[in-house]
C-alpha cells in the first residue's frame, strides 16, 4: 500500500490530481495539502512513500517545504510539480534528491507514467530494505549461534584462533586482557527465563553467553575499563537476570570464577564458578571463588591442583580409570595429613559434585541412589569412592560407546550437507541425540579438529568451489556458503587458505585459463 500526499494551494488541481491517481493505481492512500506548512505537517504524521508538491505557493514554497521534509524524513520521494521549466529550479531539485518534475498542464499518460515509475523505485527500496533486515536478522543469529557454541568449546575445550579473533572483532569487543567465567543457576521451574535474560545481559554488552545446560547458564564476561569485577557482577545480577513474576524464594544463585588474562584459562575460571556456585543454600544471590576458604594442608593443596589441572577433561573423555585413581590418590593424601573424615568427605563431595555437572552438561544421567557414609573408616570412604566411580563408569558406556562411530558419520554428512545455515552443537546434538559438550568431545578425540574448525572447513571447500563462477561476487558466495558478514568470510578464508578471497580466485581462473584444452 502506497501513501501519497498531493500538495497544491489550487483545490481544482488536488481534485484532478487525486482522481487521475485514484483511477490509475490501486492500493493507494491519498491525502491531500493545501500549502506547503500544512504539507510538512501532515508529513510528520502520515509518512507518505510519495510526494506531489507544487512548486508556487504562498507561504512556505515548495522547494522549502522539500527541504524541510527532507530533513526528518530524507527516504521520501518527491515530484515536482511547476508550470516553469526552468534551468535553476532544475538544478535545485535536483540537489535536494527530488525524482522527478511535472509541468502544468500534463497529460494524464505523462502523470501516470511519471509516478508510475517512481512507485517502482519504492518498491525496488522495499525489497532491498526487507533483504538486508533479513540479513542482518541471519547475521545476528549467526552470531549468537557462534558464540553460544564457542563457550561451549572454551569451557569443555578450546576454539581456534581465527574464530576467537573474529568473533571479537563482530561483537566489537576490543580488549582480551581480565576475563572470567560466571555461572547462573536458575531456578527449577523457570528455565523459560533464559530467552528473556539473554537479551538483558547482552545489552550490558561484554559477555559472551553459554547454551542453557540444565538449569545452568553459563557467561564468560571481559573486564570493563573503570569497572570492578564485583560491579560488574553486580550490574549482571541487577540488570541481566531481571524476571518480574520472580518470587524471592526462587532467585537465581551465580558462582563467579576466578580472573585470568587468556580465554584458554576460561576452563579453569568456569570450573572455579561452578565450585562457587555449589551450595547455593548459603545466604546471598552469588559467590566468589576466591572468597571460600581452601584450606592449607597437603589434601586441600592437592585439590585445588585438580581443579586447575586436566581432572575434568579426564570426565569429558571418560577416562575413569584415571579419575579413580585421582580420587584414591586425593583422599590417602588426607588421610596422611590426619584430616577429619568430615572434611574429607565435604571436600571429596564437592569434586563428585563437579563431575555429576560435567556430566549432566553432556546429558548423561547418572543419579543413582549410592550415598556416602557417615560412621565410617577412610578404609571404608575409599571403598566406596571406588564403588561409586565404577557405578558412573558403567552408565558411561552404556549410554555412548555403541554408538560412537556411526553418530560421528551422521554428524560429518549433516555439517557437510548444510553447512551454509546456521548450524549449531545443539541442533546437532537433537539430530544423533547425543549433548553438545558430547559432541564437541567426539570430534577432538575422534577427528583431532574441533567442531567450529570442521565447519568452517566445509564451508571454504564450497566457497572454493563457487569461486570458479566469475559471475558471482564475492558478497554473494560468503551468503551462500554461511557467512553473512563478507569481512568475516574473507579473514577466515585467508586464515585458512593463505590468500584473501579475491587473489585466491584470480590465481585459480588465471590458471584454468592458461591451462592447455
Known amino acids: 500500500?502506497?501513501?501519497?500526499?498531493?500538495?497544491?494551494?489550487?483545490?481544482?488541481?488536488?481534485?484532478?490530481?487525486?482522481?487521475?491517481?485514484?483511477?490509475?493505481?490501486?492500493?493507494?492512500?491519498?491525502?491531500?495539502?493545501?500549502?506547503?506548512?500544512?504539507?510538512?505537517?501532515?508529513?510528520?504524521?502520515?509518512?507518505?512513500?510519495?510526494?506531489?508538491?507544487?512548486?508556487?505557493?504562498?507561504?512556505?514554497?515548495?522547494?522549502?517545504?522539500?527541504?524541510?521534509?527532507?530533513?526528518?524524513?530524507?527516504?521520501?520521494?518527491?515530484?515536482?510539480?511547476?508550470?516553469?521549466?526552468?534551468?535553476?529550479?532544475?538544478?535545485?531539485?535536483?540537489?535536494?534528491?527530488?525524482?522527478?518534475?511535472?509541468?502544468?498542464?500534463?497529460?494524464?499518460?505523462?502523470?501516470?507514467?511519471?509516478?508510475?515509475?517512481?512507485?517502482?523505485?519504492?518498491?525496488?527500496?522495499?525489497?532491498?530494505?526487507?533483504?538486508?533486515?533479513?540479513?542482518?536478522?541471519?547475521?545476528?543469529?549467526?552470531?549468537?549461534?557462534?558464540?553460544?557454541?564457542?563457550?561451549?568449546?572454551?569451557?569443555?575445550?578450546?576454539?581456534?584462533?581465527?574464530?576467537?579473533?573474529?568473533?571479537?572483532?563482530?561483537l566489537e569487543l576490543k580488549d582480551m586482557n581480565d576475563m572470567f567465567a560466571m555461572v547462573v543457576l536458575i531456578p527449577e521451574g523457570m528455565e523459560s527465563v533464559y530467552s528473556t535474560w539473554v537479551k538483558q545481559i547482552k545489552a550490558i554488552g561484554n559477555v559472551w553467553i553459554g547454551a542453557l545446560s540444565g538449569r545452568q547458564l553459563p557467561l564468560i564476561l571481559f573486564r570493563q575499563e573503570g569497572k570492578s569485577i564485583r560491579s560488574q557482577v553486580s550490574e549482571v545480577i541487577t540488570n541481566g537476570l531481571r524476571e518480574n513474576g520472580q518470587r524471592r524464594e526462587r532467585k537465581s544463585f551465580v558462582g563467579v570464577g576466578t580472573v585470568y588474562a587468556s580465554l584458554d584459562q576460561m576452563k579453569n575460571s568456569y570450573h572455579e564458578a561452578l565450585i562457587a556456585m555449589m551450595d547455593s543454600s548459603r545466604p546471598g544471590t552469588f559467590r566468589f571463588y576466591e572468597d571460600i576458604d581452601t584450606g592449607s594442608n597437603h589434601g586441600d593443596i592437592l585439590l585445588e591442583k585438580y581443579k586447575k589441572e586436566e581432572f575434568f577433561d579426564h570426565v569429558r573423555l571418560g577416562d575413569w580409570s584415571s579419575i579413580k585413581n585421582k580420587l584414591i590418590i586425593l583422599t590417602k593424601c588426607y588421610e596422611n595429613d590426619q584430616s577429619p573424615l568430615d572434611h574429607t568427605r565435604q571436600r571429596m563431595m564437592e569434586m563428585i559434585w563437579m563431575i555429576y555437572h560435567i556430566l549432566e552438561e553432556m546429558g548423561i544421567d547418572i543419579k543413582t541412589d549410592h550415598y556416602f557414609m557417615k560412621d565410617q573408616s577412610y578404609q571404608q570412604f575409599l571403598k566406596e569412592i571406588g564403588l561409586y566411580i565404577d557405578t558412573i563408569d558403567q552408565k558411561y558406556k552404556e549410554m555412548y560407546s555403541d554408538n560412537e562411530q556411526d553418530s560421528i558419520q551422521q554428524i560429518k554428512h549433516y555439517i557437510k550437507k548444510y553447512s551454509s545455515e546456521n548450524i549449531s552443537l545443539d541442533m546437532l546434538g537433537e539430530k544423533v541425540g547425543l549433548s553438545p559438550i558430547y559432541i564437541s568431545k567426539l570430534f577432538k578425540e575422534k577427528l583431532n579438529v574441533n567442531y567450529i574448525d570442521y565447519l568452517t572447513l566445509c564451508r571454504i571447500e564450497k566457497a572454493k568451489e563457487k569461486m570458479l563462477d566469475p559471475e558471482k561476487s564475492i558478497k554473494e558466495i560468503s551468503l551462500e556458503v554461511g557467512y553473512h558478514d563478507p569481512n568475516y568470510f574473507s579473514k577466515v578464508f585467508k586464515k585458512q587458505i593463505g590468500y584473501s578471497p579475491k587473489k585466491y580466485r584470480e590465481h585459480v581462473l588465471l590458471t584454468l585459463s592458461s591451462s592447455p584444452l
Open 1 to 170: 500500500m502506497f501513501k501519497v500526499l498531493i500538495v497544491d494551494d489550487e483545490e481544482i488541481e488536488r481534485i484532478s490530481m487525486h482522481k487521475i491517481l485514484n483511477d490509475s493505481f490501486k492500493e493507494l492512500v491519498l491525502k491531500e495539502a493545501r500549502n506547503g506548512q500544512m504539507a510538512v505537517e501532515m508529513a510528520r504524521t502520515f509518512c507518505p512513500d510519495i510526494i506531489l508538491m507544487d512548486i508556487k505557493m504562498p507561504g512556505l514554497n515548495g522547494l522549502d517545504a522539500v527541504r524541510e521534509i527532507m530533513s526528518f524524513s530524507p527516504d521520501v520521494k518527491c515530484i515536482m510539480v511547476t508550470a516553469h521549466e526552468t534551468f535553476e529550479f532544475a538544478r535545485e531539485a535536483l540537489k535536494m534528491g527530488v525524482k522527478d518534475y511535472l509541468l502544468k498542464p500534463s497529460r494524464i499518460s505523462e502523470i501516470v507514467a511519471t509516478v508510475g515509475s517512481v512507485m517502482r523505485e519504492v518498491e525496488h527500496e522495499w525489497g532491498v530494505k526487507s533483504q538486508e533486515k533479513k540479513q542482518l536478522v541471519q547475521f545476528e543469529q549467526s552470531k549468537r549461534v557462534l558464540e553460544r557454541d564457542m563457550v561451549t568449546q572454551l569451557l569443555s575445550d578450546h576454539v581456534h584462533d581465527v574464530h576467537v579473533d573474529s568473533l571479537m572483532d563482530m
